[in-house]
């Protein structure tokens, strides 16, 4: 603020020199005094554009600071919110929240902070001043500042309504594309790139027109305002002229009525221009603050802890459907631009309808069903990915919704079908970055290569040619899906959880990469309690029980041994006439 004062002083004072410079010419001074006099005018300019450099550095060095603050704390807030939220967004309308909002912000904040500040007590500072040479000019500028402001009011809720719109374009567009470039084999293997592009057209359609409507408003802002610079202009010139032949003027003080009046068009254009900023700001802090409004279906308690032992598991009575977070607008409370996202829940029918069972400790369960039937939901709702709607699930007797979320999740692993692999090395890839984490315990190398000789992965790693060091690509490409998969088993065995989860890989792996898995799932497996989706005849072998559901219902639950003997159950006839009829 300082620096900031002292620029704004040294360009009110800068040109009463030039005027002290024009009547002493007018008046015969010597060229000594004339020349101190413009020596002083340099010193001042340059001193003044100094200052100013190091102003705005200081401006936007905070500006940056503050909005990746608010950009940390986005994506700290979307990283807390439940699948229901993320289940309806697509990963680039997530970005654009994120980071186009903030960045839009981001360009406003150092100016609207520091700068906005500094170009309004200019303008003060000029009204000031010409006040007190004139009341007439000092009118002409107050008229023109008063109005210049109300045409910009005047257009604000345009503006803001026009950069929503175009916002949410750019959000849909960087979803669509996301989504779609995600899925390139598939759509060229099927022929679909006419179809996306016959998509996209309307997208950028809607961006075009939008982005149009935006032009055309910030074109008639810099008109109405530039017109109004003309007319005040000319009054002044009027007025001084005037004045100056009626020898109430001199030639020095018309320069400087027509310079201070000329001065106000700067900062008033500046503060326009930041005004217009400033109205495509508030339209991205209102989808912040929107954003921030979305809460965590999941709630954090943390009133019990887990035994550090393989854990028993419990279902008592569980029912359970999806309760989707929507964006909705609620009549009675409207935010000023009238797009308030409120969070909703959206209920759809039951995925699990009173599914009561146990498992004990050290035991494994095969749960077989057909797609669709709730298998997936069961393994998510006991990792707390989703809070179930009535009854209990307890690992050791302990209610899991008592349980904090880092605590539970540091006692159940779980290996997906869809294993997710960073643009990382191997060794963040395997510690998902826990070394990076003050509140984890570390994970040394020497640990980490001997999950991986453990696992089976020992000639794979050793011909990597940087070791721990090498770098994977985004989505784990290059790597096989069983690569990929062992890699997943190394993940969690490193975090040497109590109870693990396994969505089994079902397809795509030729017979040397299934006996690898074969012998990582039974290490994985080993002095632990297990839950496994089960795709395969090895698998079920494996299991101690087994629970088949049937549309969110346990339609028969037991001892492997014991179904597999009885003649009437559902897991003999499975047995003897293939999984497929069930599986699929």
Not at 177 to 195: P, V
Not at 350 to 372: D, K, P, Q, S
């Amino acid at each position: 603020s300082v620096l900031l004062i002292g620029s704004i002083g040294l360009q009110l004072v800068a040109p009463q020199l030039i005027q002290r410079f024009l009547d002493q010419a007018q008046t015969g001074e010597t060229m000594q005094t004339l020349v101190n006099t413009a020596v002083l005018f340099f010193i001042i300019v340059l001193s003044q554009k100094i200052i100013a450099l190091f102003s705005t550095y200081v401006s936007e060095d905070l500006g940056w600071a503050a909005t990746n603050r608010l950009r940390a704390d986005l994506a700290a807030h979307c990283l807390r919110l439940d699948m229901g939220f993320h289940k309806l967004r697509t990963s680039g309308e997530l970005i654009e929240r994120i980071d186009g909002d903030v960045s839009t912000l981001a360009e406003s904040f150092s100016a609207l902070v520091v700068q906005m500040f500094g170009n309004s007590l200019l303008l003060i500072g000029v009204l000031i001043l010409i006040f007190r040479q004139s009341w007439q000019f000092g009118l002409i500028g107050l008229v023109y500042t008063l109005l210049m402001f109300g045409v910009q009011k005047a257009i604000r809720p345009q503006v803001v309504a026009v950069n929503n719109a175009v916002r949410r374009g750019y959000a849909n567009m960087a979803g669509f594309l996301g989504e779609r470039l995600a899925g390139t084999e598939d759509i060229r293997a099927n022929g679909g790139e006419a179809y996306i592009m016959a998509r996209l057209y309307p997208i950028m359609a809607h961006i075009t027109h939008w982005r149009l409507r935006d032009d055309w408003m910030g074109a008639l802002s810099f008109s109405s305002s530039y017109m109004l610079y003309v007319f005040a202009l000319a009054a002044t010139l009027a007025l001084a002229a005037n004045a100056y032949l009626q020898g109430q003027m001199s030639i020095g003080t018309v320069y400087l009525m027509v310079y201070y009046v000329g001065l106000m068009e700067s900062p008033l254009k500046y503060i326009r221009r930041q005004l217009s900023r400033f109205q495509r700001a508030y339209a991205g802090i209102d989808r912040i603050n929107g954003f921030f409004r979305f809460e965590t279906q999941v709630k954090e308690t943390a009133v019990a802890i887990l035994p550090p032992t393989a854990p028993t598991i419990r279902f008592e009575h569980v029912s359970f459907a999806y309760k989707d977070q929507q964006s909705t607008v609620n009549k009675k409370q409207k935010t000023k631009n009238g797009q308030p996202p409120l969070a909703a829940n959206l209920q759809s029918p039951n995925v699990l309808h009173n599914v009561t069972f146990e498992l004990g400790a050290n035991r494994i369960l095969g749960i077989l069903g057909r797609t669709g039937s709730g298998k997936t939901t069961l393994t998510r709702l006991l990792f707390r990915l989703y809070d179930i709607d009535t009854g209990t699930i307890r690992l050791d007797g302990v209610n899991i919704a008592g349980v904090a979320l880092s605590d539970l999740r540091r006692h159940v692993g779980m290996v997906t079908q869809e294993v997710q692999l960073f643009a990382a090395t191997i060794r963040d890839n395997l510690t998902l970055f826990r070394n990076y984490d003050p509140q984890e315990t570390s994970i040394s190398d020497a640990q980490i290569i001997a999950a991986i000789e453990t696992l089976g992965l020992k000639d794979w790693f050793y011909a990597l040619p940087d070791g721990l060091d090498t770098m994977l690509k985004s989505g784990g490409k290059g790597l096989s899906a069983g690569e990929a998969q062992l890699l997943a088993f190394t993940r969690v065995f490193l975090r040497d959880p109590r109870l693990v989860i396994l969505d089994e890989a079902s397809s795509r792996l030729d017979p040397a990469t299934e006996q690898l898995l074969e012998r990582a799932i039974d290490r994985l497996l080993q002095d632990r309690t297990g839950l496994i989706i089960a795709h395969r005849l090895a698998t079920v072998q494996r299991a101690d029980d087994i629970l088949i559901l049937e549309n969110g219902r346990i339609v028969e639950h037991g001892s492997r041994a014991e179904l597999a003997e009885d003649t009437q159950s559902r897991f003999f006839h499975l047995l003897q006439t293939g999984f497929d009829s069930v599986l699929v």
